[in-house]
């Protein structure tokens, strides 16, 4: 235990850092620390599958040298698509490990760390939802209200009280209903699922305004804001969850989670 332990926190330290690094680069337009970038994030990779450590992240690709070769040039364009996905994925790598590291020392049943592994699967039983003996109708995930059918059925299996539809105190002249209350947890989820329409800026604005609501909730300890994103509509996953995140909220933590990313 001591010796995953120690590795956890040495290899944690060097995602963080790789997580800022190319997030840095990105905001300065630095298209081309991507390679150094991959190479050191797949090194952290190998050292968690040497460890016996899964965090369910693969290895980030090259480019394809075709794409960084020959007329017309699309060099800049794919080292930038690479830079972003190193940043998501980095960013990923750290909040995993981080939890990981929670999860070896303290308390196991963590709410928080329950409620990431429910975010972390639910793409994968979305898409095994499609796929039933005989042509049997299932559930299809199409918009929010699929999402919130899905998500119950998860969370009733790890948490015994999950209050769907409960009223938040009223706000600017009227009072609105939340998703999903863990009353014993003191935790609220929110739920979105992007849409044509509804891309990073749609989805802040709308969670800014969620955020000042549950702020007022007497239950509402921590806000855990899921967004549902099949498709990659969100350009930014790590910039959303950063702005939001940060938001003065008094007393209210609050967590955007972003699957899959």
Not at 231 to 257: C, F, T, W, Y
Request: net charge negative.
């Amino acid at each position: 235990m001591e010796t995953e332990l120690n590795i956890l926190q040495s290899l944690l330290i060097d995602a963080q850092e790789l997580s800022r690094s190319a997030q840095r680069d990105y905001d300065n337009k630095q298209w081309k620390t991507y390679d150094m970038l991959i190479t050191q994030f797949n090194h952290i990779v190998s050292e968690l599958a040497r460890a016996n450590v899964d965090v369910g992240l693969p290895e980030i690709a090259r480019i394809p040298k075709p794409r960084l070769e020959g007329y017309p040039y699309v060099g800049r364009q794919a080292e930038q698509e690479k830079l972003c996905e190193i940043v998501n994925a980095s960013a990923r790598l750290a909040t995993k490990l981080s939890l990981l590291g929670n999860h070896s020392v303290a308390d196991k049943q963590s709410p928080m760390i329950r409620l990431e592994m429910v975010c972390d699967r639910f793409h994968a039983v979305a898409k095994a939802l499609r796929k039933r003996h005989e042509q049997r109708p299932t559930l299809d995930v199409k918009d929010e209200y699929d999402v919130q059918d899905l998500l119950r059925s998860l969370l009733v299996v790890d948490f015994y009280d999950v209050r769907p539809e409960e009223w938040t105190p009223s706000y600017a002249g009227g009072a609105a209903r939340m998703d999903f209350l863990l009353k014993s947890e003191q935790v609220v989820m929110e739920t979105k699922m992007t849409r044509e329409g509804l891309g990073d800026r749609e989805l802040g604005e709308q969670l800014i305004i969620d955020i000042a609501k549950y702020s007022q909730h007497p239950d509402c300890k921590t806000l855990v804001c899921f967004v549902y994103d099949p498709l990659g509509r969100v350009a930014n996953p790590v910039g959303l969850q950063a702005d939001l995140e940060k938001q003065p909220n008094g007393s209210l933590a609050v967590h955007v989670i972003v699957r899959p990313s």
